[in-house]
Nanobody
């Protein structure tokens, strides 16, 4: 069992930055792959970024490539999402998720691969 708590969301102007954090407790954090997803009103939840257990492999959605950076600190049981050059279309509730399954670049974006989810944090980008 893994418990996840996101923080760091808020209101920011277009072009600004935010850093989201996801604190994990329970099962050994360093052995799970992590992902950040987001869901805008009226839209499906979509992958934003994912990272393997060691932090050595990361993947990003095309829409955030070059603007967002996912990282993790296993000593602190925390995964981060640094978001730069934010756009109004980045407005959504952001969720972190964890899976004990081996990281796979072919399927890191599939919601069904993740067993544990946080409650979400709202990010609003004004134009």
């Amino acid at each position: 069992q893994v418990q996840l708590v996101e923080s760091g969301g808020g209101l920011v102007q277009a072009g600004g930055s935010l850093r989201l954090s996801c604190a994990a407790s329970g099962r050994t954090f360093s052995r799970v792959a992590m992902g950040w997803f987001r869901q805008a009103p009226g839209k499906e939840r979509e992958i934003v970024a994912a990272i393997n257990w060691s932090g050595g492999i990361t993947d990003y959605a095309d829409s955030v490539q070059g603007r967002f950076t996912i990282s993790r600190d296993n000593a602190k049981n925390t995964v981060y999402l640094q978001m730069n050059s934010l756009k109004p279309e980045d407005t959504a509730v952001y969720y972190c998720a964890a899976t004990p399954a081996p990281y796979a670049r072919s399927s890191y974006g599939r919601r069904e691969r993740y067993d544990y989810w946080g409650q979400g944090t709202q990010v609003t980008v004004s134009s």
